[in-house]
């Protein structure tokens, strides 16, 4: 793991679990597997306090556990899902808009709490989803379970890992921790249960919250001293189904870009066909019969076959290659290419940073490198068509910054500099990990400076909450205009202005990071899908 | 070696033209430190994106960070004792739900062990377990009737609270679990008696009233 990456995930887990859980999250994440002990005293923290920190990361999937050989227990973080932390509120905000706000709210409770069970989700859902309805209405459990099924169904929540059922357990001495294993077709089993019942406010004046008891099945109710019946069986998120969904975005927001809206709806029902029978790192979808494709294009959009057909010769013969032709049984086979999807976005991810960075001209050396893949100085001057002389300068500029690099070609086997070719190319491999570490360092920048923005100016924000806790019960309790406005007072008019610009900054700063995240996960995405081809 | 124009020339190894510099040209300085921290840019940063989505992501992300401080996966530091408690923080901690993990799941050495008390201090109420966990006010309260009816002599009932329950938490926060409770109920006693300003042995001998008090004196009379 790269210092960046360290340094990053030391910031994610202090904002989320506090400084003790970070320090053994960051000591594990670089040290590798360790045993408890060996963890206590490298840290230098009480046993107590590691065991409390390693519970809570193995609960939020952070940290698992291995028996090894003479009954050592080792713990070995999970670099890159800790880093997953930072784009937590993209997954929300994803549920919210395919399965609205109970959606929403199941999976952050989900994330939230790392993994849980059926029952208690639906329960802590209706009961959220309550507090936010009019008075008198309350939210059917039944409706959540209903949702939370067709989360399952589409795989963006699955089962975790299961404790082995132990028949007998006189054979020896339980081993000193679980071994969870999972079955494929298991991962996305609903238990058959029945949960009867309404969310509840916090407010006792709610009489009616809980439904008719059900004879057979204990009814979910506040006594948590019932039989859980899904007990053991635990929910969490699936990050990678979500993963697939924000690079299908990706794909169809490129395609409406480059083409039009019709190309990138025909993209979106071929890549919707092949969700579930596509594994998640294949190179390219199933291939797809044209038929198939017209029958599947959302109600809504009336094109005939012909035009179909077209746009579909269309986007084949397209030199970015997100649509390949794979055959002609069915009206022509179609299939999409995500791993040169990926690539050509990372590129163009690449091409765009060049451009900001040093300007147009060297973007236009840049794309011509990229595109005619070798080249020598003088044939960059000749192509690019731009003076020597600064020429010379970009391209040293983008070396010196690991955009471009320089392969060798020796004429004699002495490697003799004046009887060598130096060529200029572009690997894009390398310059998209260079560029993804850089990418860590900007959102550990930019934490770093939000947090210090706000220490900054903790007296004041303290103030202000202060004040504003005492006008909301002032409020409660009907107080007049008049006294409502000396409070407000308290803050000065040059307080106020700090505070508009603490509160400007801190949105700037976080936005920021929500967008370089999203770069992150184009160019993990890109190095992933590369490196299972390998 | 063959090529080599002569001793103290200057000569490049290989064709300069290949690199693009002419021969005779002045060439660019040789850099002597690391780039400069902040370096200038050229050109600006382009704005960010805006929108609804945009916007209703920064809420999400805003309000996750507050929610998660609450949350009782939030372990907190156990603060360090100051030297003067203050009265409003008792009153300004949160209370948070207790969590309790699936053990079945975890590790068998994760589980804090409760190590069995000593006979008679075994009705003394003291917090185990789990690193620092909040003073639970009944026990606090059962506590201060048992301290007093051993006749410590007299504190304050808040002073007494702060200080146990404070001290308690530095305990948990230090020690290792090996330690017995009954060792950190002695030890308590003992704070006590040096922390407050009243001479414990002072009002017990009513004897020797006039005698002890020189010996025992340890601050000054005004």
Same mark, same amino acid.
């Given at each position: ?14 904002? $989320? ?40 990361? #193995? ?8 028996? $090894? ?36 709210? &199941? ?129 969490? =998120? ?77 986007? %084949? ?18 299939? #999409? *290419? ?26 236009? &050396? ?7 893949? $070798? ?8 192509? %690019? ?45 390398? =310059?998209?990990?260079?560029?993804? $570490? ?32 005492? &006008? ?6 009907? %107080? ?12 000065? =008019? ?19 990071? &929500? ?20 | ?14 064709? #300069? ?181 009243? #001479? ?15 010996? *025992? ?6």
């Amino acid at each position: 793991m790269t210092q960046a990456e360290i340094k990053l995930c030391s910031l994610l887990l202090q904002e $989320h679990f506090g400084e003790i859980v970070e320090k053994i999250g960051v000591h594990l994440i670089r040290t590798g597997g360790q045993p408890l002990r060996v963890i206590a005293h490298d840290t230098g923290t009480s046993l107590d306090q590691v065991k409390k920190a390693l519970c809570v990361l #193995i609960q939020h999937n952070l940290v698992i556990h291995q028996v $090894h050989k003479r009954g050592v227990v080792e713990y070995e973080a999970q670099c890159s899902r800790v880093l997953r932390m930072l784009r937590y509120p993209r997954y929300i905000y994803t549920a919210k808009t395919l399965y609205s706000d109970t959606g929403e709210l &199941i999976v952050e409770e989900l994330l939230l709490n790392g993994k849980m069970t059926m029952s208690a989700v639906v329960k802590k859902v209706a009961d959220r989803l309550t507090e936010t309805m009019e008075d008198g209405k309350t939210m059917d459990y039944a409706e959540v379970s209903n949702t939370f099924v067709r989360l399952v169904d589409t795989h963006f929540v699955q089962r975790c890992p299961l404790v082995p059922a132990t028949e007998n357990s006189d054979t020896g001495p339980p081993p000193p921790a679980p071994t969870l294993v999972i079955n494929e077709k298991d991962m996305y089993l609903v238990p058959k249960l029945s949960l009867i019942g309404k969310g509840k406010r916090r407010r006792s004046s709610d009489e009616d919250a809980t439904g008719e008891p059900k004879a057979k099945r204990p009814k979910q109710t506040t006594d948590n001293k019932e039989p859980i019946p899904d007990d053991g069986i635990y929910w969490q =998120a699936n990050l990678d189904r979500f993963h697939q969904h924000f690079r299908d975005q990706a794909i169809v927001s490129a395609v409406a870009n480059r083409m039009d809206q019709t190309s990138s709806e025909i993209v979106r029902t071929m890549l919707r066909m092949s969700e579930v029978t596509t594994p998640s790192g294949a190179p390219f979808t199933q291939p797809l019969s044209s038929n198939e494709i017209f029958r599947s294009l959302p109600v809504g959009y009336n094109i005939s076959k012909q035009v179909l057909d077209q746009y579909l010769t269309l986007l %084949a013969d397209d030199p970015l290659e997100f649509v390949g032709k794979s055959g002609d049984s069915g009206g022509g086979m179609y299939v #999409i *290419n995500l791993h040169k999807a990926l690539g050509s976005l990372a590129t163009a991810t690449l091409e765009s940073v060049v451009q900001e960075r040093f300007g147009s001209r060297c973007a236009r &050396i840049f794309r011509l490198v990229l595109q005619k893949k $070798h080249l020598e100085q003088k044939q960059v001057e000749d192509f %690019a068509m731009i003076p020597a002389k600064e020429a010379k300068d970009m391209l040293y500029k983008m070396l010196s910054e690991n955009f471009i690099s320089l392969q060798e070609i020796p004429k004699t086997p002495d490697h003799a500099p004046s009887r060598t070719f130096y060529l200029y190319t572009v690997s894009i491999l390398s =310059a998209a990990r260079m560029l993804l $570490h850089r990418c860590y360092k900007s959102v550990a920048n930019l934490i770093e400076r939000r947090q210090f923005e706000t220490k900054e100016n903790k007296r004041l924000l303290e103030k202000s909450q202060r004040v504003e806790a005492i &006008i909301a019960s002032m409020q409660a309790t009907g %107080a007049e205009e008049a006294q409502l406005q000396e409070i407000e007072e308290m803050i000065t =008019a040059p307080e106020r202005q700090q505070l508009e610009t603490l509160k400007r900054n801190v949105n700037k700063l976080d936005a920021c990071e &929500i967008q370089v995240d999203e770069t992150i996960f184009l160019l993990e995405s890109y190095i992933e899908s590369t490196m299972k081809r390998q | 070696m063959a090529g080599n124009k002569g001793r103290g020339r200057a000569a490049y190894t290989f064709n #300069i033209e290949a690199v693009g510099f002419s021969r005779g040209e002045k060439l660019p300085d040789v850099v002597l430190k690391p780039p400069p921290l902040f370096p200038d840019t050229d050109y600006k940063p382009v704005p960010l994106k805006t929108g609804e989505s945009e916007d209703y992501v920064l809420a999400l992300k805003q309000e996750l960070r507050e929610t998660v401080k609450r949350m009782p996966y939030f372990v907190e530091t156990p603060e360090e004792k100051q030297d003067i408690e203050r009265y409003s923080k008792r009153y300004m901690k949160v209370y948070k739900e207790e969590w309790i993990p699936d053990w079945r799941r975890l590790p068998r050495e994760l589980m804090p062990r409760k190590k069995c008390r000593k006979g008679p201090r075994s009705k003394k109420a003291t917090d185990t377990g789990k690193g620092p966990s909040l003073t639970n006010p009944a026990d606090v309260l059962k506590k201060i009737e048992e301290l007093e009816k051993k006749g410590d002599g007299e504190k304050s009932d808040e002073e007494n609270e702060e200080k146990e329950g404070s001290k308690e938490k530095s305990k948990e926060g230090d020690d290792d679990e090996e330690d017995d409770a009954a060792e950190q109920e002695e030890y308590d006693e003992e704070e006590q008696e040096e922390e407050n300003d009243y #001479i414990n042995s002072y009002f017990e001998d009513g004897d020797d009233f006039g005698a002890d008090s020189d010996d *025992n004196m340890d601050e000054a009379t005004y």
